[in-house]
Every structure is written in structure tokens, then in C-alpha cells.
């Protein structure tokens, strides 16, 4: 079986960027392993713009980021296999793949990194009663149908979930002549990126009912129509509020989940609130030498800060391959009061970098709390913010200087004045 | 009067715009940013539009592309019927220039994806 210094699963900007910086880092023998026929992952359906800002200072298409990082890979000249579906991988870092050249292949990594990013929630998740017509898509499969594979997808839409990617799609419909009838969030709030709900909802007059949601799909072979209903606070519907959309289409956006059926195999200690395995601040999961980044960790808005990670996941990566890395003992970053998780969920007090970060997301909108962060049980950072929404990721930056030694914790939760 | 809901960051502060003798006063905002963000909008609200495509003889079938700049607000619909009526030949790389002037603005359509031929 032939070995590789390290096996990044996924080509997409995770993938990408992990394997550069590794590369960079000094480790020669790089292999990407991509299901899909092209790198790039993801982005190839995101065709509209606002990416890039923080990495390259303009506002960029999804194609046009993931080609920069692929051009990069190719001048790095980073061996990378497409059409190559890995199948399982071991705790003795054997990937088992499928490709139409190599067939069913074995290779084994001195280190791994997890990059296989996030899939849609499916309607089967929603419990939505009614038949099941032609016309309920998930927001991506729309995307993808419409921008890579050029098909009108339908001329009468509505759209459950005010996810970025259903925001997205609402406004692309509208642009190829659907009309989008309304959007409905059984939150009372958007989990969208506010640019989004503004860019893509008020610039069409698209009205987002909050509180509300699908309570009966119509149709046989066709969708013809959807019932939606306002919720109570327990987001049960509440009756009398019905009222009926003719449609022939129905967009799902209602979440995101990390793809982690290989990892499950892995035995790692997995985050019930992320879906991602646990990491410390290097990135590492608790096998040692199986890195993960980007969403297949946790899911992120911005692919900004999936690159900025999965390069860290990468340098360490090369780390560990190069065996310039002590693993000490760690303690707990724990979340809460507010706060729903952090990644990392632990940290290596001895050798950690000068600066970690330290990314999370709140429970529900608060106004005018205080992010504190707590070391060893004394409050060390309190940092006041205006407005938290769970669709905006936030992060945290401690300093190696300012954290008290012995460490033995740290607890980030958000307090009222 | 309009009512605007600021993008600058998270807070999404509501906006209100009153036109008064000629003159634009902004309500509702919390820092200078929205007060630029509640003029342009008012004023000359631009976008950047962003479609696909027909592409022959390349390894796929949709060209992604953008204008290369924002365009006013109200020629997106414009823009979209000479995206709908566009066709290229590949290969075509990312930043070609697929329309020289959409719409009447003056600003070209570019390709955002690179597609070699088939």
C-alpha cells in the first residue's frame, strides 16, 4: 500500500487551502482526494459575489475565489485526484476510496485532514405532512440545477427556511423570471446574513414571514401549492392562521449539516451541537494526526474564515508529519450562558500558538450583552457587543500571554451588564 | 420618506431617509457608515449582477459571469434579458469580456469561471 505524508479529504476551500499551507509548511508529499470532477467545491454553484473580502481585500464570485486557490495548488503543483469518492478511512489513517482510474484503492496517510464540508437538511428531516410531488427542492440542489447545469427550475416559488443559500436562491429565481411568492422562517428570526435579506428579499419586494411554516404540501405529480401557518413560541402552528400559496415550486433552506459518516468510523469524540468532531486548538481531533476544517467541523457563513482555519488545520498537519509536534495536556474551552459551542472545545496550555482563535455561535438575537471569557474560573476578557444573531459567527481571540499557568479552563459565555 | 434597513454590519439599524428642501437627513442610524449606506441608496443604488451563460463546445454547459462593477439598481432587469440572449464558445477564461456594455451603463459582462474547451 503505498503511503502519503498527508491525505486531505475534499478539494473544496477547505481542502484547498489546508493543502497549500501544509505544502508550504514544508510537507512535499500532498494528496487531495475530490469526488467531484472539478476542485473547488462548493463555490462552483456560488455564483454570486461578496467573497473574498477579507482574503483578498475585493469582493469576489464563488468561481473566481476557488480558482485563485486552485491556481495556486497547480503552481504548488499539488497532486490532487478527482472523481475519487473515499469510502471509509481507519484510526490507522488507511483510506479506502473508489475512483474510475484506480478503482477500489487503499492508501495510507502519516496525517489526515477531514475537509469534506456540509450537506442540506432534507425534507425527510422536517416531517412536512402531505404527498410527495415533483418540485420540493433543497435551496442547493436549486442552485446547482439552475447555475451548473443551466435548467429553469420552476416559475412559481416558495421558499422555507431563511438560510443564506434559500435568501440566495429567492433572488436568483427572481432574476430568471420566477416569482417568488414569500419565504417563510419558523424562527422569529432570519438565520441569514442581514446583506443577504436586503440584497435578496427587500430589493424585490419579496416579503420573509418570520414565525411561520409549511404545514401542507399539495399535488400529486406536480406540486401545486403549499399551506403555510404563523407557529406559537414553541413552534407548534397555531390553527386558524393558514393560508394557501399556488406554487409549483418549493425551495427548502433549513440548515446545514457536517458530513461526517467517514469520521463516525474514525471513534472520535464527536460535538452534538456542531455535528463536527471535537478539536483541540490545533485543529486536531482526538486521534492524533486526523486534522479537520471548514465545514465539515462546523458550518461556517463566510468561506473567509474556512480558509483562515483550514490553513492553521494544514500548518499543523505539517507538524505533525514533520514531527515537530508535542502534544501536552488539555483543558476544556466550554460554552455557555448564551453561547452555544466554541471550536476548539479544548486547548494544549503548554504549546499553544501565542494567539488562538476561537470561533462560536449564540443561542437566540441578544441585544447589548457582554462576551466574557473566564480563565481558570477569573473573567480575563469582557467584550461588549452591540447585537448577536446565530446566523453571524463570532470569535474570540486569547492570547497565550494573558491566560493564567497553570491553566486548568475556559468558559466563554455571554452576560447582561 | 424611506425606510432602509442598514447592511454596514450585523446590527441592521432600520433607517429612516426624509427629503426636506432638496436636502437628505438620515434617522435611525448609530455610526456614519449608515448614514453613507441610507444616501447612496437613496440616491444612486447600485449592484452587482450576477448570472450564467449559454457555452458551447466547453467541458460544461453554464458560463457563470458578473458585471464587472455595480450597476445602477434599475437596469438589473435590463441587464438580465441581454445575459438571457448571450452565447459564447470556449474556451473562455475568467475575466474575458462576454457583453462590452450591458444595458446601456457602460459596463461590461465578464466571465467569473474558467472553461477550457471539451
Given at each position: 500500500?503505498?503511503?502519503?505524508?498527508?491525505?486531505?479529504?475534499?478539494?473544496?476551500?477547505?481542502?484547498?487551502?489546508?493543502?497549500?499551507?501544509?505544502?508550504?509548511?514544508?510537507?512535499?508529499?500532498?494528496?487531495?482526494?475530490?469526488?467531484?470532477?472539478?476542485?473547488?467545491?462548493?463555490?462552483?454553484?456560488?455564483?454570486?459575489?461578496?467573497?473574498?473580502?477579507?482574503?483578498?481585500?475585493?469582493?469576489?464570485?464563488?468561481?473566481?475565489?476557488?480558482?485563485?486557490?486552485?491556481?495556486?495548488?497547480?503552481?504548488?503543483?499539488?497532486?490532487?485526484?478527482?472523481?475519487?469518492?473515499?469510502?471509509?478511512?481507519?484510526?490507522?489513517?488507511?483510506?479506502?476510496?473508489?475512483?474510475?482510474?484506480?478503482?477500489?484503492?487503499?492508501?495510507?496517510?502519516?496525517?489526515?485532514?477531514?475537509?469534506?464540508?456540509?450537506?442540506?437538511?432534507?425534507?425527510?428531516?422536517?416531517?412536512?405532512?402531505?404527498?410527495?410531488?415533483?418540485?420540493?427542492?433543497?435551496?442547493?440542489?436549486?442552485?446547482?440545477?439552475?447555475?451548473?447545469?443551466?435548467?429553469?427550475?420552476?416559475?412559481?416559488?416558495?421558499?422555507?427556511?431563511?438560510?443564506?443559500?434559500?435568501?440566495?436562491?429567492?433572488?436568483?429565481?427572481?432574476?430568471?423570471?420566477?416569482?417568488?411568492?414569500?419565504?417563510?422562517?419558523?424562527?422569529?428570526?432570519?438565520?441569514?446574513?442581514?446583506?443577504?435579506?436586503?440584497?435578496?428579499?427587500?430589493?424585490?419586494?419579496?416579503?420573509?414571514?418570520?414565525?411561520?411554516?409549511?404545514?401542507?404540501?399539495?399535488?400529486?405529480?406536480?406540486?401545486?401549492?403549499?399551506?403555510?401557518?404563523?407557529?406559537?413560541?414553541?413552534?407548534?402552528?397555531?390553527?386558524?392562521?393558514e393560508e394557501c400559496y399556488a406554487c409549483d415550486t418549493l425551495l427548502l433552506s433549513v440548515g446545514l449539516l457536517p458530513e461526517n459518516e467517514l469520521t463516525r468510523a474514525l471513534n472520535v469524540k464527536m460535538s452534538r451541537v456542531t455535528g463536527g468532531p471535537e478539536v483541540d486548538d490545533r485543529l486536531q481531533?482526538?486521534?492524533?494526526?486526523?486534522?479537520?476544517?471548514?465545514?465539515?467541523?462546523?458550518?461556517?457563513?463566510?468561506?473567509?474564515?474556512?480558509?483562515?482555519?483550514?490553513?492553521?488545520?494544514?500548518?499543523?498537519?505539517?507538524?505533525?508529519?514533520?514531527?515537530?509536534?508535542?502534544?501536552?495536556?488539555?483543558?476544556?474551552?466550554?460554552?455557555?450562558?448564551?453561547?452555544?459551542?466554541?471550536?476548539?472545545?479544548?486547548?494544549?496550555?503548554?504549546?499553544?500558538?501565542?494567539?488562538?482563535?476561537?470561533?462560536?455561535?449564540?443561542?437566540?438575537?441578544?441585544?447589548?450583552?457582554?462576551?466574557?471569557?473566564?480563565?481558570?474560573?477569573?473573567?480575563?476578557?469582557?467584550?461588549?457587543?452591540?447585537?448577536?444573531?446565530?446566523?453571524?459567527?463570532?470569535?474570540?481571540?486569547?492570547?497565550?500571554?494573558?491566560?493564567?499557568?497553570?491553566?486548568?479552563?475556559?468558559?466563554?459565555?455571554?452576560?447582561?451588564? | 420618506?424611506?425606510?432602509?434597513?442598514?447592511?454596514?454590519?450585523?446590527?441592521?439599524?432600520?433607517?429612516?431617509?426624509?427629503?426636506?428642501?432638496?436636502?437628505?437627513?438620515?434617522?435611525?442610524?448609530?455610526c456614519p457608515r449608515g448614514e453613507a449606506y441610507a444616501r447612496n441608496e437613496v440616491l444612486c443604488p447600485k449592484r452587482t449582477v450576477t448570472s450564467t451563460v449559454a457555452i458551447h463546445g466547453g467541458t460544461v454547459n453554464r458560463l457563470s459571469v458578473r458585471t464587472q462593477t455595480d450597476i445602477p439598481k434599475?437596469?438589473?432587469?435590463?441587464?438580465?434579458?441581454?445575459?438571457?440572449?448571450?452565447?459564447?464558445?470556449a474556451p473562455v477564461k475568467i475575466g474575458d469580456v462576454i457583453l462590452p456594455d450591458v444595458a446601456g451603463t457602460g459596463v461590461p459582462l465578464i466571465a467569473t469561471k474558467n472553461v477550457p474547451k471539451a
Amino acid at each position: 500500500m503505498r503511503t502519503h505524508d498527508l491525505i486531505v479529504i475534499g478539494g473544496g476551500p477547505a481542502g484547498l487551502a489546508a493543502a497549500l499551507s501544509a505544502r508550504r509548511a514544508g510537507v512535499q508529499d500532498v494528496l487531495i482526494l475530490e469526488r467531484d470532477h472539478v476542485l473547488g467545491g462548493i463555490l462552483n454553484q456560488c455564483i454570486h459575489n461578496g467573497f473574498g473580502l477579507h482574503t483578498f481585500k475585493e469582493e469576489l464570485t464563488g468561481p473566481e475565489y476557488a480558482a485563485r486557490f486552485i491556481a495556486q495548488a497547480q503552481e504548488e503543483n499539488i497532486p490532487y485526484r478527482l472523481g475519487a469518492t473515499v469510502i471509509s478511512i481507519s484510526r490507522e489513517k488507511i483510506v479506502t476510496y473508489v475512483s474510475r482510474e484506480d478503482g477500489l484503492a487503499q492508501v495510507r496517510a502519516k496525517a489526515l485532514i477531514l475537509a469534506m464540508g456540509c450537506r442540506e437538511r432534507p425534507r425527510g428531516a422536517l416531517n412536512i405532512p402531505g404527498s410527495r410531488p415533483a418540485g420540493i427542492f433543497s435551496a442547493g440542489t436549486a442552485q446547482h440545477l439552475m447555475n451548473i447545469e443551466g435548467y429553469g427550475v420552476g416559475k412559481e416559488v416558495v421558499i422555507l427556511g431563511s438560510g443564506d443559500i434559500g435568501l440566495i436562491m429567492a433572488r436568483r429565481m427572481t432574476l430568471e423570471g420566477a416569482k417568488v411568492k414569500v419565504v417563510a422562517e419558523l424562527m422569529p428570526y432570519s438565520g441569514g446574513l442581514k446583506r443577504n435579506i436586503v440584497q435578496c428579499l427587500d430589493d424585490f419586494g419579496i416579503p420573509l414571514k418570520l414565525s411561520h411554516t409549511v404545514v401542507e404540501i399539495h399535488g400529486r405529480e406536480r406540486l401545486t401549492g403549499v399551506t403555510l401557518a404563523q407557529v406559537d413560541e414553541n413552534r407548534r402552528p397555531i390553527a386558524g392562521t393558514e393560508e394557501c400559496y399556488a406554487c409549483d415550486t418549493l425551495l427548502l433552506s433549513v440548515g446545514l449539516l457536517p458530513e461526517n459518516e467517514l469520521t463516525r468510523a474514525l471513534n472520535v469524540k464527536m460535538s452534538r451541537v456542531t455535528g463536527g468532531p471535537e478539536v483541540d486548538d490545533r485543529l486536531q481531533t482526538d486521534c492524533e494526526g486526523v486534522f479537520a476544517c471548514g465545514n465539515v467541523l462546523h458550518v461556517h457563513d463566510l468561506v473567509d474564515y474556512v480558509s483562515e482555519e483550514a490553513a492553521l488545520a494544514g500548518k499543523n498537519a505539517a507538524a505533525c508529519v514533520l514531527s515537530q509536534q508535542t502534544v501536552g495536556r488539555t483543558v476544556p474551552v466550554t460554552a455557555d450562558g448564551g453561547v452555544r459551542y466554541t471550536v476548539p472545545q479544548r486547548l494544549d496550555p503548554d504549546n499553544m500558538a501565542d494567539s488562538v482563535t476561537v470561533r462560536f455561535r449564540v443561542a437566540d438575537v441578544y441585544r447589548d450583552r457582554f462576551v466574557c471569557v473566564y480563565c481558570n474560573g477569573e473573567r480575563i476578557r469582557r467584550i461588549k457587543k452591540r447585537v448577536l444573531a446565530p446566523g453571524e459567527m463570532e470569535q474570540v481571540i486569547l492570547k497565550k500571554s494573558e491566560l493564567a499557568q497553570p491553566l486548568e479552563s475556559i468558559r466563554i459565555c455571554l452576560e447582561v451588564e | 420618506m424611506r425606510e432602509l434597513t442598514c447592511i454596514g454590519c450585523p446590527l441592521g439599524c432600520p433607517l429612516r431617509v426624509f427629503e426636506e428642501a432638496g436636502q437628505l437627513r438620515v434617522e435611525g442610524n448609530t455610526c456614519p457608515r449608515g448614514e453613507a449606506y441610507a444616501r447612496n441608496e437613496v440616491l444612486c443604488p447600485k449592484r452587482t449582477v450576477t448570472s450564467t451563460v449559454a457555452i458551447h463546445g466547453g467541458t460544461v454547459n453554464r458560463l457563470s459571469v458578473r458585471t464587472q462593477t455595480d450597476i445602477p439598481k434599475e437596469k438589473i432587469f435590463a441587464c438580465m434579458e441581454q445575459i438571457k440572449a448571450a452565447s459564447v464558445d470556449a474556451p473562455v477564461k475568467i475575466g474575458d469580456v462576454i457583453l462590452p456594455d450591458v444595458a446601456g451603463t457602460g459596463v461590461p459582462l465578464i466571465a467569473t469561471k474558467n472553461v477550457p474547451k471539451a
